[in-house]
């Protein structure tokens, strides 16, 4: 045993003093006002050695708890580590994400992505409280679904999982989803850091200097740090040589050294580390999600001096820290299962989903009809064709790790059908232009669903891409084919990852423009989670909406849209470039990568391309008209902007102010300040009824247009700000104040 070992070796169990509920009466001294960490010590000095270590993982093995995600499906039943039932210790009982609770049959929400087109927190983390309610009323304590990785490139599979291209949505949207999900339960965000390829997860090397880390791979996970995340996930991937589970700059350095972290670091699941000893060393708490690398390693490596007893203490003490700190504030009892998938977080899916749709071209049909297709009017539309192959299918996106299983779905035909009737949607599902104009021609209107899979975008599953990683696994049970068997279930389970074309399948093509010659009131409908190219086949179409993965709801929402119950209130996370040259590099098999500051809309705005859709764009229902802008400084790193937003339409709408800063000083942001390089800064959504005007105030952060000083290792804020708001980046309407 090493010399560092500094409390009892195998302490009976009767330590407590024979008290029941210990871990409940620790809970009860911090909620008193006792110290988390003094309670933790408490605990920990009670626990056995075996104990110790046994917070530091999963509770189930590694071979039975893979067999029993093969037969009854991944996540179906929380997920425990760390539990010590001695001493009442719950552990971390884990739920995936971020469409909804893993676990169960619960509420599917539309993908992050769909939610960051919101541009809504107060949307968003009413979303968080509905699935943190439902996590816990399932036996969950631990939701591991704030996902805020940078969409640094539309092809990544995983994009349906995150906000946005931008660090400040991100931490925005994120932030909220903490806020709501922690009213239940424990938040933890991930994959803590740079991790955007998913086919070469297991195996790219991010390289990425330390001024672009800070300054924009990292900020949104600041941002969560600060709204009191309890946990951060680390990432596959390697970051500057290291990878991200058993990396000491990320997980020390930074997370607590920089940020202040007081919470838990966790692994990502199976393959989160290389080293058990290196990991637990850099600052890693818990590897996820069974007794894998640590459980066979670590008592070797501690008897060989490897690892050290006060690395197994610190890590252990935040896992009893964290616990106890999140019970201490909330000890409301548990929701009932009828929470679950209720009517109530069905409406808010509902909700969620119109709000996100965004609306890219709303022309009028013909040169005779001045008015634009969308809303339809049921007053002179009988009947619909509903046209492609996910027009009746229940598609609400991955079918990976974050793959809820909903209790029913609404698709796009089951949406039009409740509003029209059964005999008023010709329907052609099958991949043919010929039948999709024939059901066009019949139509008051036609709608062409068309878009991606979990088999074109997702999470990567497929044997391939565990090729080498088999040393990570323990010692299989006498007479398991490890290889035989991982190489069956990867061939029965292919599917998703990074796409490999941004653009539609050349049959969509051919059906949108079959229907539209067909049919003057044809609207286009995409399903995707990022970026799609539509250059040969946008100007065949009057009508293009970006409807998403839109959640178990998803059809009843577009419905709503179409007809004009609902407006289409979202506007872009991202731009979309005109062609794929204008995206940064991507290989998806790529061993290592350099990731610099440009991408999405500065990298066109640096390039000097105009996109087809520039972020934050979306049309609306109405118009809008901003003025009367005014702001005022508040410290080094915030301001407020005031305005006035007129609907000057005849629809009640939902306008996104969006305001963009540009520093006007700084020693290092010379070549920003000389390419006019902007960021987002603060935005509002704000719901404006029909000829009215309503004030408007945008909490505004300076840190995205602030520099990250290394000597510091703080941001210094420009002491010269150009704020500029606008209904999308580099739109005509925007109007300019400076500080």
């Known amino acids: 045993m090493s010399e560092d070992h ?31 960490g003094q309670e933790a010590e408490k605990l920990y000095d009670m626990l056995t ?27 179906v039943r929380p ?9 009442g210790i719950p552990g971390y009982r884990f739920s995936d994400g971020p469409r909804g609770a893993v676990i169960g049959h619960s509420t599917a929400f539309p993908i992050s992505m769909a939610r960051g087109a919101t541009f809504d927190p107060e949307l968003e983390e009413r979303i968080g409280e509905a699935i943190g309610a439902e996590v816990k009323a399932q ?3 631990f939701f591991a679904g704030v996902c805020i990785n940078l969409l640094r490139h539309p092809a990544w599979g995983r994009a349906q999982e995150t906000y946005s291209d931008d660090p400040y949505v991100l931490g925005e949207m994120g932030a909220a989803l903490v806020r709501g999900v922690r009213k239940y339960v424990m938040a933890c965000a991930k994959h803590y850091a740079l991790n955007s390829m998913e086919n070469a997860r297991f195996q790219v090397d991010v390289q990425c200097d330390e001024r672009t880390l800070h300054e924009v791979y990292l900020p949104h996970f600041k941002r969560v740090v600060e709204e009191g995340v309890d946990a951060i996930m680390s990432s596959y991937n390697s970051v500057n040589g290291e990878w991200a589970g058993q990396n000491p700059e990320l997980l020390t350095k930074i997370l607590r050294g920089d940020w202040g972290f007081t919470g838990v670091t966790v692994s ?62 909330h000890h409301e009892p548990a929701p009932g299962m009828d929470v679950v998938a209720c009517e109530e977080h069905r409406e808010l899916a509902r909700e969620a989903a119109a709000r996100a749709m965004v609306l890219l071209k709303n022309d009028v049909p013909s040169e005779s009809d001045s008015t634009p297709v969308l809303p339809l009017d049921t007053n002179t539309i009988g009947k619909v064709a509903l046209i492609g192959r996910l027009a009746n299918m229940a598609n609400t996106g991955d079918h990976g790790s974050s793959n809820v299983r909903a209790p029913h779905v609404v698709t796009p035909y089951d949406g039009l059908a409740d509003i029209l009737g059964k005999n008023n949607v010709i329907t052609a599902f099958e ?22 899979t979990y088999k074109d975008e997702g999470e990567f599953v497929d044997a391939s891409s565990l090729s080498g990683l088999s040393f990570m696994y323990p010692p299989a049970p006498e007479g398991m084919d490890v290889e035989k068997l991982t190489a069956a279930g990867g061939d029965s389970l292919a599917y998703g990852g990074d796409r490999a074309s941004l653009r539609l399948r050349p049959v969509d093509v051919e059906i949108i423009k079959a229907t539209a010659a067909a049919n003057p009131k044809t609207i286009v409908v995409i399903v995707a989670a990022g970026a799609v190219i539509t250059e040969e086949w946008r100007e065949s179409a009057p009508a293009v909406l970006l409807s998403w993965y839109s959640g178990m709801e998803g059809g009843a929402a577009l419905a709503d849209v179409l007809f004009g119950k609902a407006e289409p209130a979202g506007r872009l996370p991202f731009a979309v470039p005109v062609t794929e040259d204008d995206l940064p590099f991507f290989d998806r098999n790529a061993t290592e990568i350099t990731y610099d500051r440009f991408h999405g809309q500065r990298l066109l705005d640096r390039l000097g391309h105009a996109p087809a859709f520039p972020f934050g764009f979306g049309l609306s229902y109405t118009s809008f008209v901003l003025n009367n802008i005014s702001a005022n400084r508040n410290g080094l790193h915030h301001a407020t902007l ?5 609907n000057t339409g005849e629809h009640d709408g939902r306008h996104v102010v969006q305001v963009f800063g540009v520093a006007a000083d700084g020693k290092h942001l010379e070549d920003r300040i000389k390419a006019g390089e902007r960021h987002l800064v603060g935005f509002r959504s704000v719901f404006v009824p029909a000829g009215e005007t309503t004030h408007v105030s945008v909490d505004v952060s300076l840190e995205p247009i602030s520099e ?18 606008a209904s999308y980046a580099d739109a005509d309407d925007s109007l300019n104040v400076t500080l």
């Open 49 to 75: 050695d075996e104990e110790r270590l046994g917070l530091l993982d999963g509770d189930e093995d590694f071979w039975p708890g893979q067999m029993s995600m093969m037969t009854e499906g991944y996540n």
């Open 268 to 329: 990502d699941f199976g393959f989160g580390l290389r080293d058990a000893a290196k990991s637990l060393e850099a600052g890693l708490d818990i590897e996820e999600p069974f007794r894998q690398q640590r459980a066979e390693h670590l008592p070797d490596d501690l008897k060989a001096g490897r690892a050290s007893w006060q690395w197994v203490r610190r890590a252990g003490l935040r896992c009893l820290a964290t616990q106890l700190r999140f019970d201490a504030e």
């Open 139 to 141: 036996g969950g304590n």
């Open 431 to 452: 991949d043919d232009p010929d039948a999709a104009a024939t059901a066009a021609r019949d139509a008051d209107a036609a709608v062409v669903v068309v878009g991606y």
């Open 6 to 36: 500094m409390s009892p070796a195998d302490p009976s169990p009767e330590t407590d003093g024979g008290e029941t509920n210990t871990y409940d009466n620790a809970v009860a001294s911090v909620r008193a006002g006792a110290s988390p």
């Open 79 to 87: 997920i425990p580590h760390g539990t010590i039932e001695r001493l």
């Open 642 to 646: 005031d305005m006035d937003v007129t």
């Open 708 to 725: 990250w000083d290394a000597d510091s290792r703080h941001f210094i804020a420009p002491a010269a700000v150009t704020l500029i708001a």
